[in-house]
């Protein structure tokens, strides 16, 4: 099993143009071989795949990793995707320190994600 702690944090964008640390997810997700999303080690593991949601002025938010088609997205509430984080062609990308991801936050807004680090998740063989 290839179980991944994965850190986003907030990209540049014109409210941060610096980015910010303290505006991002910690998330656990399978990746491959390839650094890809493995969604069919997904699909036995998905109860493992939380979501923390942190931002400055916001409470902290869980919910799990969701694999819907080809998409991914964040989902808090089960059952509802009125407040789904969607993913942008998730599916597509290379999940490795200092490239990024697009997440459309439950404002709407698209923004652009970092990915500060990739690490086992702890207490899961490699």
């Not at 597509?92 to 697009?102: D, E, K, N, Q």
Request: contains cysteine.
């Amino acid at each position: 099993m290839s179980l991944m702690t994965i850190r986003l944090e907030l990209g540049r964008t014109q409210e941060a143009p610096n980015g910010d640390p303290h505006h991002g997810y910690e998330f656990v997700a399978p990746l491959n071989g390839n650094g890809h999303l493995d969604a069919i080690e997904w699909c036995s593991s998905k109860g493992m795949c939380g979501v923390r949601s942190f931002r400055p002025g916001h409470p902290e938010r869980k919910g799990m990793l969701r694999h819907v088609g080809h998409g991914w997205r964040f989902d808090y509430l089960p059952g509802r995707t009125e407040d789904d984080e969607p993913f942008f062609k998730l599916d597509r990308h290379v999940i490795a320190p200092g490239l990024y991801v697009t997440v459309t936050e439950d404002d709407g807004v698209q923004r652009p994600f970092k990915i500060a680090s990739v690490t086992p998740l702890k207490g899961t063989p490699q």
